[in-house]
């Protein structure tokens, strides 16, 4: 079946513009996970739905981040007044359950540049 | 706090000789691990888990990993490189009860010819 899908695979674009991020999760997953990969770093946890609960925000950096969840499914992550230090591989991932040791899926992610 | 290691950003080995990557963690609870590989420019995918029972686990593409909880970790092995598994890998904790894996900062492999 189909995987975890991403897009934009890459998206370039000036300090100050906002953007968005999208994740299509595996149908049926109810976990949906955003993480950021730095050059150099492991992944940061940004943010964490599950079902129709609220989601968790701990990771978000800063107030400029956002993601909803619409529908239970598909996901945006926005990055408003984007600055250059958030330039980074976004990678979403998903899993079936909300438990720790359910494996979780991820997609290819989507390349932020900020010029 | 809780915290994964992986005290070799790189490693580089010949096609056919071993392989060790390592995995410290720090956890309060009984952890539940995971190593994943990242080839570039695509996601992670799991190579193995342990959550319980048999502390040697079994992979896919050949690895293996074994869970030492009296050093807290979770090394990887394969015993036989193949070109094809130059990539980064990243070690995962997680633990019962909570959603949130914490993740090391990688190791990247290079495989010699």
């Known amino acids: 079946g189909a995987g975890v899908s991403q897009s934009p695979s890459n998206k370039v674009t000036e300090k100050g513009k906002d953007v968005e991020l999208r994740c299509d999760p595996i149908s049926g997953h109810t976990a949906l996970y955003w993480y950021r990969q730095s050059l150099g770093q492991g992944l940061e946890f940004l943010i964490y739905?599950?079902?129709?609960?609220?989601?968790?925000k701990s990771g978000l950096p800063s107030d400029r981040f956002s993601a909803e969840r619409t529908g239970g499914s598909v996901s945006t992550l926005t990055i408003q007044r984007t600055q250059q230090e958030d330039s980074a591989v976004y990678l979403c991932?998903?899993?079936?359950?909300?438990?720790?040791?359910?494996?979780?899926?991820f997609g290819p992610g989507t390349r932020l540049t900020v010029l | 706090a809780q915290s994964v290691t992986q005290p070799d950003i790189h490693i580089t080995v010949s096609e056919g000789a071993s392989l060790e990557l390592r995995c410290n963690y720090s956890y309060g609870a009984t952890p539940y691990l995971f190593w994943y590989v990242q080839s570039p420019g695509q996601g992670l995918q799991l190579l193995l888990k342990y959550f319980s029972g048999d502390t040697l686990v079994q992979g896919i593409k050949g690895f293996e990993a074994e869970f030492k909880r009296s050093q807290s970790s979770f090394n990887l092995r394969k015993p036989s490189v193949h070109w094809s598994d130059a990539a980064e890998y990243f070690c995962?904790?997680?633990?019962?009860?909570?959603?949130?894996?914490?993740f090391g900062t990688g190791t990247r492999l290079k495989v010699l010819a």
């Open positions: 739905f599950q079902g129709n609960s609220a989601p968790d």
């Open positions: 995962a904790v997680s633990t019962s009860g909570t959603y949130k894996y914490i």
């Open positions: 991932a998903s899993s079936p359950r909300d438990r720790g040791y359910n494996e979780q899926f």
